[in-house]
């Protein structure tokens, strides 16, 4: 895949993940020469030579468990993970961060639990609601036409609601529950916890040329029916059809360049196969490597028309950066025990959830969180019932301890909850003035800290998984964590959903991109990955991800045709 | 039965659905444990596994383990899982071969097992003069109930208590990720199923007893 140093595309995407596999499906469809870098190799879960789909956990000696680049399991399909070789991020002293980098053809698209919810109205003007954080320089009204057009060209199943801040798609049927989930949504409805059928992205109906989903539960080693979203097949493939796209894997970008009128001509990157430096020119930048990423870019992209950094004349870039809070808790429920023997696999993740459901008005912290819910039947591999010594009988061995794993497969429910973080000012990242990569890129330095509208939000999470094991007459082996253990906050980074860093706005002197996602100080410059987003919500964010860079991209089609950029 | 035939009996146990986008080798590949799993628990299948296992693990040598600890390890993980009515032992399931080659890839496995192999026999010694292996049944068991039942143990027996739920913990991921255990489970899944019917009605049933 070489091409003439002196080829100008017309688009420069940077990341082949949600974001950037949008932009380029969405761009090159309009016509648009575009080319792709991405930092990992070639990948297609299509591909039985990549995707791990339906083996067996006895057809690998190591029976599933984690490897260097899987960190999740050798079958996993996103290889990354939370150190990569030769390229370090750094932490401030105290600071706690997690930061797990796909390193592919569809980055964490690869990764993710499919897991595909709309932010809802409030979500996106807080600061009016309740005084804290910022507002979205848009509403839910704009962005709907998106996330309409998201759900008819990927797919996702859900039931309609009408829930106030969650809000209906244009869903597939959505998979019944499995056994453990009808004994949890029957214990929600009695303590008026709301549980509805999961939204996922994986189709249960035929749709654009793929198969509805086959429910063998595996949707994170690559589905080879395409039957779920992942980028590659359902976004980047498509746009190579077009004829369009030039995609460069192996292709760590080192920085924007611009011109000597402050504008993006091209992104300068090295070939990570060779270690040469080399350059792709366009007349527009589209930045997808990520919320930190994109970030990093951008602070390495100094000149002197920006001296701190490309879209940083406001000093923004880098703040404003949040995740997902999370908690776990897991409860052994005596009812399921001995549950007869079924295919209970379905889809691979849960089939059912909890939105938040409670006003903050009458809580003691501000934001909310949804609940996801695991447990089952699941294949049997590496680390299948760790722990035995858990259960009632205390350990032992031989046959009684035989019969046990038998006895007690299946009787475990764990919840997991995922809110929202308000944005703060000791949570940003910047550029390590010490350290570089590899490839000599400065790397980013991390800074976190969760404040009492975290740990208070995670301590009434464990309170309630806690109540709703106690009400499905299960124990809970662990103790409630105390307040000195953070209630049992996971580690900033840790829930995998960064966002913020290159946060859009109303006005240039606060953010980096306007409501466009287009930089205030370089007008061709664009940013659509997780890297816009001025707050999280107590949702998952790649639909939104997704919505978003299709309005970009559909912003930069209108605007090439009306003349401009 | 004929390849027609069992392909098409094969097909209908599971339902593939029209259409789908692949090989059909990968939906039989897959398909094998299903048919295992449905299967009546028969005595001859385990009969069958203890015949083939003797001739076929003899001529496997370690790699990480010496002679003196293999044999322990050997006769060590058929105390943790013993073969019974329902299903072979875990080195019928090829555990040892499992823990070796898993040894070969963590080195922290290797530092546990090393040191609590030593233990073990060590606390064999204190107790009856000779090493695990040389004891007698009734010895074997007085060491392993005093570190099988963490909370029940006393505290100079914590390091092998620590050791054994590891040992406790590899022997099962080796034991039911086998095709002896995945089939001991009835395991029915990783499989293409045509249509998702949802919880089966005799098992919403159990669900709803009072």
């Not at chain 1, 797919?155 to 019944?176: K, V």
């Not at chain 1, 924007?256 to 430096?277: L, Q, S």
Request: charged share 20%.
């Amino acid at each position: 895949m070489t091409q003439s140093r002196s080829t100008t595309y017309d688009v420069a995407i940077v990341g082949s993940g949600a974001g950037g596999g949008m932009a380029a499906y969405q761009l090159t469809k309009a016509g648009a020469k575009v080319v792709m870098l991405e930092a990992g190799s070639w990948w297609d879960n299509a591909d039985p030579r990549y995707s791990a789909m339906l083996k067996m956990p006895y057809d690998s000696p190591r029976r599933g468990a984690s490897t260097p680049d899987r960190p999740f399991g050798e079958w996993d399909a996103c290889i990354g993970g939370w150190t990569i070789p030769g390229e370090p991020y750094t932490k401030a002293e105290g600071t706690k961060f997690d930061w797990w980098r796909g390193r592919m053809l569809g980055g964490r698209t690869n990764h993710w639990g499919r897991i595909s919810l709309r932010f809802g109205p409030d979500d996106f003007r807080r600061k009016t609601l309740d005084g804290m954080g910022d507002d979205w320089p848009i509403s839910y009204d704009d962005i709907k036409p998106w996330y309409d057009e998201v759900d008819r060209l990927i797919g996702i199943f859900g039931s309609l609601e009408n829930l106030p801040n969650d809000p209906d798609g244009i869903f597939h049927p959505a998979p019944a529950p499995r056994y453990y989930e009808h004994l949890v949504k029957d214990t929600c409805d009695r303590m008026k916890v709301t549980c509805i059928p999961a939204r996922l992205s994986v189709i249960t109906k035929p749709l654009n040329g793929r198969s509805p989903c086959h429910y063998c539960g595996q949707c994170n080693r690559g589905c080879m029916t395409n039957s779920n979203f992942s980028s590659p097949n359902v976004l980047i493939f498509p746009a190579m059809k077009t004829g369009n796209l030039t995609l460069i894997t192996d292709a760590m970008a080192r920085e924007v360049f611009t011109g000597p009128d402050g504008r993006a001509t091209g992104v300068a990157y090295v070939d990570k196969k060779t270690g040469e430096d080399r350059e792709v020119q366009a007349r527009i930048v589209v930045l997808a490597a990520s919320a930190l990423e994109s970030a990093r870019l951008l602070l390495n992209s100094r000149s002197s028309r920006h001296p701190n950094g490309l879209a940083n004349a406001s000093g923004v870039v880098g703040r404003y950066i949040t995740d997902t809070t999370g908690t776990d808790v897991a409860g052994f429920i005596p009812r399921l025990v001995d549950v007869p023997r079924h295919n209970a696999d379905g889809v691979g993740g849960g089939h059912i959830y909890m939105p938040w459901w409670l006003d903050n008005r009458k809580l003691d912290f501000p934001r909310g969180y949804h609940i996801e819910v695991w447990g089952g039947l699941g294949m049997p591999s590496y680390g299948f019932m760790g722990g035995i010594q858990s259960y009632p009988e205390g350990g032992g061995y031989g046959a009684d301890l035989k019969q046990q794993y038998r006895t007690y497969w299946g009787a475990t429910v764990g919840f997991s909850g995922r809110g929202e973080m308000i944005p703060n000012d000791k949570s940003f990242v910047e550029i390590d003035p010490a350290v570089k990569d590899r490839f000599g890129i400065p790397v980013l330095r991390v800074h976190w800290e969760w404040r009492d509208s975290e740990y208070l939000q995670v301590k009434h999470m464990q309170e309630t998984f806690r109540a709703i094991i106690a009400e499905m007459g299960g124990e809970v082996w662990s103790a409630m964590p105390t307040k000195e253990q953070g209630y049992g906050i996971a580690n900033g980074g840790a829930i995998i959903h960064e966002l913020g860093g290159v946060r859009m706005g109303r006005s240039d002197r606060a953010s980096a991109l306007n409501a466009n996602c287009q930089a205030w100080d370089c007008d061709n410059l664009f940013v659509a990955d997780g890297g816009p987003f001025v707050s999280q919500a107590d949702k998952n964010p790649t639909w939104t991800i997704l919505a978003l860079s299709m309005r970009t991209s559909d912003h930069i089609i209108r605007q090439r045709r009306a003349g401009a950029l | 039965m004929s390849e027609m035939n069992r392909r098409d009996a094969l097909q209908q146990l599971l339902a593939v659905p029209a259409g789908m986008m692949i090989a059909p080798e990968v939906v039989e590949r897959a398909a094998a444990h299903v048919e295992a799993a449905l299967a009546p628990v028969a005595a001859e299948a385990s009969a069958e596994t203890q015949a083939a296992q003797p001739a076929a693990r003899a001529a496997y040598s370690p790699k990480q383990f010496t002679t003196d600890e293999w044999r322990l390890l050997r006769v060590l993980v058929d105390y943790v899982i013993p073969r019974d009515a329902r299903s072979g032992s875990a080195t019928d399931a090829g555990v040892p071969e499992f823990m070796d080659f898993m040894l070969g890839e963590y080195a922290s496995m290797r530092t546990w097992m090393k040191n609590g192999l030593g233990w073990m026999n060590a606390e064999c010694r204190a107790r009856f003069g000779r090493g695990f292996v040389s004891c007698t049944d009734a010895q074997r068991r007085v060491v392993l109930d005093a570190i099988a039942y963490p909370k029940k143990a006393a505290p100079e027996m914590k390091p092998g208590v620590d050791f054994f739920n590891n040992l406790r913990n590899l022997t099962a991921s080796g034991f039911w990720s086998s095709r002896v255990g995945v089939r001991d489970l009835g395991y029915s899944g990783n499989v293409p199923v045509g249509k998702w019917e949802g919880t089966p009605p005799q098992v919403m049933a159990w669900l709803k007893r009072a």
